[in-house]
């Protein structure tokens, strides 16, 4: 296998302009990957969460190895903040209702809870009753039909319609979704009520905020990476009070319901002379994490113009709170993804022993926040090093060192071409490839690239009885394993990475 795999590396691009050269033995890549693994995985580093220092302190190890290739930042800087932030309810949150000259004071908790995608603002206005708040042009569904909600505060109702002959589809019920779609249509504020015809709790819960529930701690607090793009308005789930100052009752505004639910339309069921003052104090909480992305120029004038992104996320899921003398609550990540991200610093050490650079450019970045939702890899198609219109492929290495010589490769059916590639540099390789089978198929990062169109390769072992617990550490990762995925991708991306083909996304 030793002298197999070293010929192949030197000499299966034959017929190519750049040929690849000086590819060290699979065996010597082997140990590469367990030091960096045994790192990266090891318990200083406390499981790598997004954020941590653990994070940043792997991200420094991770540009060192860069460093020592001699493979120059993207950019100015190998570390790409991702934009993280943490939301926390402040302490002036208030509403009010008034109709026909009456107004009604609505307490915070028990009367109204801002959601989690709230703004950090006020504003006063008419109310406008949606109905479900939905709009389905492909079902022929639209609650905001003869509305004018265009600087109004929105009221609509949890859920969707039933019984009425039309069904939206039902990821259009979701709040934040709704909310979108009130701004949209022009709104500046959203409040949505429990349905009372199906619902029979009526309570607020909006989000469950640390202030204001004991099942969220404020340190559990989620994570999302910040979308300049995304309007925010004062947002608020409300209950019964709101539904009384509205309606005059419970049973009211069941009935409205039921005739929307017959097919009636919101416009034909007005809420007459009412208007609301809602104040959300959602306060933003900037926090630090960063893509760490390394850059290798293309040779050719017209094809460095064109970037193969390679990757793998380098981020896990930290430390359990409850540290039980002698035992072990660190979540090490060794396959999942010291793995991955070992083999990406393996294929820019590949690249970086080439006497020559490819034809195209080559980006090679490991992303923060996969863990957390896909965080790291959604930040950088968003702002992304080279626009997304000219990035050719997207391999993504993720979980690659368990599980014997079985590798799937995800992509093959959406990416013909280039499955075929990574077939053909496998027969000298001799993984045991399997197609399109692993059930993690669109939970890591290349499904952000996926979805913006960009063809991709996805590597993984798939899963085992370690997956996610305290017990995926070094000592059961198979270095050679990982070192042999390398070598493929290597060779993949070597030959994308010097021919001008394009490739197909089948969706």
């Keep these: ?47 790598r969460n997004t954020p941590s220092p653990g994070l940043d302190t792997a991200a420094e190890y991770i540009i060192a190895r860069f460093k020592t290739l001699g493979i120059k930042p993207a950019g100015s800087s190998y570390r790409h903040s991702i934009g993280l932030q943490r939301q926390h309810l402040g302490n002036d949150n208030s509403m009010t209702v008034t109709k026909s000259g009456k107004t009604t004071v609505i307490p915070l908790k028990s009367g109204f809870i801002p959601f989690l995608f709230a703004a950090d603002t006020a504003v006063e206005s008419a109310i406008i009753f949606a109905g479900y708040g939905i709009t389905d042009t492909a079902n022929g569904y639209d609650d905001y039909r003869g509305l004018d909600v265009n600087g109004k505060i929105v009221v609509v109702l949890s859920d969707g319609p039933k019984g009425s ?20 249509h022009g709104a500046i504020g959203f409040v949505m009520i429990n349905g009372p015809a199906r619902r029979l709790i009526l309570k607020p819960r909006g989000y469950p905020w640390p202030s204001l529930s004991k099942i969220m701690p404020d340190d559990l607090m989620p994570v999302h990476t910040a979308d300049p793009g ?28 039921e005739k929307l639910d017959g097919g009636a339309l919101p416009a034909s069921l007005p809420i007459v002379e009412a208007s609301a003052r809602i104040h959300t104090n959602v306060q ?87 863990e957390r939702g896909l965080l790291g890899s959604q ?38 071409e280039l499955a075929n590639i990574v077939e053909s540099k496998n027969k000298g390789i001799g993984l045991n490839l399997i197609l399109d089978k692993n059930e993690l198929t669109g ?8 979805d913006k169109g960009v063809p991709f390769l996805f590597f993984i072992s798939g899963l085992h009885n370690d997956y996610h617990k305290v017990t995926d550490n070094p000592d059961k990762s198979d270095a050679l394993k990982a070192a042999k995925t390398a070598h493929l991708g290597f060779l993949t991306a070597w030959q994308i990475a010097n021919e001008s083909q394009h490739y197909t996304l089948n969706k």
């Design 443 to 450: 939970g890591s990062d290349h499904a952000s690239f996926s």
């Design 284 to 370: 933003t909480e900037q926090l630090e994490a960063d893509n760490v992305a390394a850059f290798l120029e293309g040779s050719d004038p017209l094809l460095k113009d064109e970037l193969l992104v390679i990757g793998a996320h380098y981020d896990h899921v930290g430390a359990g709170k409850d540290k039980k003398d002698g035992s072990d609550y660190i979540f090490n990540g060794a396959d999942d993804n010291a793995s991955g991200t070992s083999g990406v610093m393996a294929i820019a050490g590949l690249f970086a022993q080439q006497k020559a650079a490819p034809k195209r450019s080559v980006l090679f970045i490991l992303f923060a926040g996969e």
């Design 379 to 416: 930040a950088y198609v968003r702002k992304p090093f080279m626009p997304i219109a000219k990035t050719v492929a997207m391999i993504n290495l993720d979980m690659i060192s368990r599980n014997g010589d079985s590798l799937f490769l995800e992509g093959a059916a959406a990416c013909p």
């Design 230 to 257: 995304r309007k925010l308005v004062p947002a608020v789930h409300a209950g019964e009070p709101v539904i009384e100052a509205l309606w005059g009752s419970v049973d009211a505004l069941k009935s409205v319901q």
């Design 165 to 184: 002959g039309v069904m939206p589809s039902e990821k259009l019920t979701a709040e934040n979704v709704k909310a979108n779609n009130a701004i949209s």
């Design 1 to 47: 296998m030793y002298k197999q795999l070293s010929i192949l590396a030197c000499s299966c691009l034959l017929g190519y302009n750049i040929m690849a050269q000086n590819c060290q033995p699979v065996e010597t890549t082997a140990t590469e990957i367990r030091n960096n693994l045994n790192y990266l995985a090891s318990d200083q580093l406390m499981g």
